[in-house]
């Protein structure tokens, strides 16, 4: 029995040293930014989010010119991005759609003038597709820890910050009361948001990495109705997504007669369809939840 | 448990105002605040005792809001002294708890009344919550305080507005404040929980001792609860006895609309009066004949 399971799903791939980097940066990543993804969503930063990883871009590219770390290059651009982005007044809805488009133009900008740069002064091939798409099977071996030690910083920081931050979150004015200083706490979400985004855009690409911060804490946060609970799902489904996409596209080699699919393919794909099952499970949720209340509300009078 | 703060040394106010004696909660003292140049308050001056409820009214933008960010601490240059029990505001977040004027809770945020109440507690402390039987407490005192229970497990933003008018007053209380400041609570709820919520605020402050300052436009809720009355025109603020206020000569001339004072059934009640004529005198003549009292 154990053999034939063993048959289906190669187990082997475990001892491959690039599956391992893959699993464990990949892994890493998806921690990191589930949980960060839980708190901008509740900010309702998600395009901010999704902003800074198409513009880390630019960092990718302009590593492979200069020859530099590519986690550098991812890092750097993003978090001078999300600084660019809470000083051109992002705490403001309006004005924070405004401010990210014109972050995101200027860093597309610089990305495609890297690229071009790339392909033609250097003698870097693919540099396009892995930057923008991820290189989880191909990752640095030199940068795997750290890769991890970023995510661990980050992970220490939301820690650090859990509490202001919720309150923050759920309404800046209740935080200023408590003495808070919602500029602070916003602008060290965002530079730590800046960090998860570049080591996800670095696994799975700059084009996706927001679907690593948006789509498992997205589907976490409308299933569950305490933050706890919501980053802890988030976590569970970020893993599930990239280790399971890894696995998949591992598999795929065997699945298609030797030609293996992206693996950013398959790590989008399941956190979309866990989105796509998460809003019936909210509905079905939900009636079960505001029965009570109802029931409550008559019983009160 | 005020005991943590009251080891602070206490800010002596000089030139004490006559109102404000040595067991006020709240002490204002000739409080100014001007934004971009414009004179919102000026001269700002009344005091508040514990277990007092004291009703902050006047027209829209007349600087309610802006008064009680003042006391908050959070309001930009404001001029001239705010103590509460002895402290400035910004050494004093402890002791006050302040419900602000409008918060929408999105339906989907995974926040519970309890997880708000917590937030209350310890909202503002770095590193990650440890579970604490204390803190569990505090909260549950706080939920029942306002009558939350029943509701204190729900998300938030999937309860009426009265239920959750009371979960944010619950987080206001939670760090069990000497002073509540509360900013239209009233607006948006119906008659039944605005009399109920009436009712909470009195027995707050005739059971635990808090002091309550409340802003309301539709102050008749609040009337039979209501010790004292600021109120706010032009930037000035003048204070009262609720006889003293509640005369229909000065809340029309404070409104500049007029506005009758009725008894019925032995409540007082106040209501707008658009068929009222101006008189020589500028009062406002109320068509029954009855001029609307003298200047109180
Ligand atoms: N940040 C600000 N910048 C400029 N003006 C402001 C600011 N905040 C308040 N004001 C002005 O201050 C005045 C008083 O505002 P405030 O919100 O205190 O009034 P209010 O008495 O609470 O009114 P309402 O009954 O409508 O709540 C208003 O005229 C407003 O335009
Ligand atoms: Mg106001």
Redesign the pocket.
Known sequence: MLTWLGHILHWSFLNSGSVQTALLVGGSAAVVCAVIGVFTILRGYAFAGHALGDVSSAGGSASFLLGISPLVGFLGIAGIAAVSLEFLGVRRAREQDVATGIVLGAGIGLSALFLYLDTTTTSTTGAAVMVMFGSMFTFPANLRWPAVMTAAVALAMMAILYRPLLLSMVDPELATTRGISTRWVGLLHLVTLAAAVALAALSVGAVLASALVIGPAGAAVRISRRPVLAIFLAVILGLAAVWGGIWMAYESYYWFAGNAWPVSFFVVTIIFLSYLMSVPLQYALWRRIARPVQIAANAGG | MHEDTTSAVPVTIPGQHAKASCASVLAVEDLTVSIGGRLLLQGVTFALEPGQLCGLIGENGAG??TLLRSLIGVQSSPHGQVSISGLVPRKSRDLVGYVP?KINFAPDLPLRVYDLVQLGCDGHRLGPRWFSGRLHQQVQAALDAVGAQDFAYQRIGELSGGQQQRAVIAHALARRPRLLLL??PLANLDFRSANELAGLLGHLTRVHGLAVLV?AHDMNPLLPVMDHIVYLAKGRAASGSVREVVQSATLSKLYGYPVAVIEYGGRVLVLPHADAQVGEDGCYLMPNGSASGGQA
Do not use: A, L, P, V
Request: hydrophobic fraction near 0%; charged fraction near 50%.
């Open positions: 309610k809001t004027q900013d239209e802003t």
